[in-house]
């Protein structure tokens, strides 16, 4: 069984920072691509960045350069390190895994963790 367990969202003011977490834990489990995503308040789940096991990046236009993802590969966790942040970036953020195990390949979702940018 797969656990993926977020943390480090919160309150913040416009133009302030926020570090998410997201950490992942399988018994025998490889983790592959992670990434962030957002949803809010009546819209969509969206992409925000991923990052591949060896480190290679992609971010969604909405970042502008203000967000950057990083990972840990021994403790199978990745980073959102979010900075100037605005009130449109108020969302629930959730973390997605991709985790193998032998020939397969699994997706897995965390709880999400509230993110909110007051003006």
């Known amino acids: 069984q797969v656990q993926v367990v977020e943390s480090g969202g919160g309150l913040v003011q416009a133009g302030g920072s926020l570090r998410l977490s997201c950490a992942a834990s399988?018994?025998?489990?490889?983790?592959?691509?992670m990434g962030w995503y957002r949803e809010a308040s009546g819209k969509q789940r969206e992409l925000v960045a991923t990052?591949?096991?060896?480190?290679?990046?992609m971010y969604a236009g909405l970042t502008t350069g203000r967000f950057t993802i990083s990972r840990d590969n021994a403790k199978n966790t990745v980073y959102l390190q979010m900075t100037m942040l605005k009130p449109e970036d108020t969302a629930v953020y959730y973390c997605?895994?991709?985790?193998?195990?032998?020939?397969?390949?699994?997706?897995?979702w965390g709880q999400g963790t509230q993110v909110t940018v007051s003006s």
């Open positions: 997605k895994v991709l985790g193998s195990r032998g020939p397969y390949q699994y997706q897995y």
């Open positions: 399988g018994s025998g489990f490889r983790f592959n691509d």
């Open positions: 990052i591949t096991s060896g480190g290679t990046t």
